[in-house]
């Protein structure tokens, strides 16, 4: 089955007219929304905006990568601030086989054991197993946040609040958490990611953030499921330098 089928959200904004009224109701795999009359900035003003306080992690994590051809877990290593987020990959064994340093246009990798540096622009990421990872700033990542003028239109079910997004997108919102459980995004948004699942949350220094991440790729054939083993936020001076030695030429790719 495709990844993308197995989702609890919807497929597409299917938008239609409801028999027993006038209410339009979305199709869903399995759930069916129907048009809210909560205003956008009712929730938005509910869910958790740390946009003001969150300024950089660290932490360690697990990351299991799935895609055509290629599957493996990795140990990661993470620190990141609003801008730049740095990752230090390790096998099962602990042996060190690289890093990647992430800005808002592109990933520098650095191959410890090849010896091998490269550059690549965020829209080429698809050159890194690690891409659906790599591709967003870890900050975003772990506290992704909407505004008003990013959301549309409001839906809603027993348990779940659907939001339209201006992409045509959607992000499912838990009615009673106010938590942020899945986000959706077409491919014409142009995002390097088609779909990120929010589970696990949990309660840190007064923060609630998810432990566990998993992230689709743009053409939803490939999968990272991130784990947060630990983290620490707000640290002093987090490391964002990539060490390359001098030696060694940066491949612009």
Known sequence: MHPLKKSSLFVLFIVSMACAGSKEIVESDTIDYVRSDVAVNEIIDKLPNYSESLFSVEGRGRAIVSEPGNNERLNINFSSDTTLSLLT??????IEGG??????????MYFRVEKIAQKVSIDDGRLTSLNELASINLIDL????????????????SEHYLLRLATDGGAQVGKNSFLIEEIRQPRSAGLPYSQIIYENYGELDGYRLPRKITIFSADGLSKVVFQVRSLKLNPRDPELTLNIPSDITIERL
């Not at 990959?89 to 602990?94: E, P």
């Not at 990647?100 to 520098?108: H, Q, R, Y």
């Not at 772990?142 to 079910?157: N, R």
């Open 89 to 94: 990959i390790k096998n099962r064994l602990g």
């Open 99 to 108: 890093a990647m340093l992430v800005d808002p246009d592109s990933i520098l």
């Open 142 to 157: 772990l506290h992704f946040t909407l505004t008003e003028e990013s959301v549309l239109e409001v839906y809603e079910a």
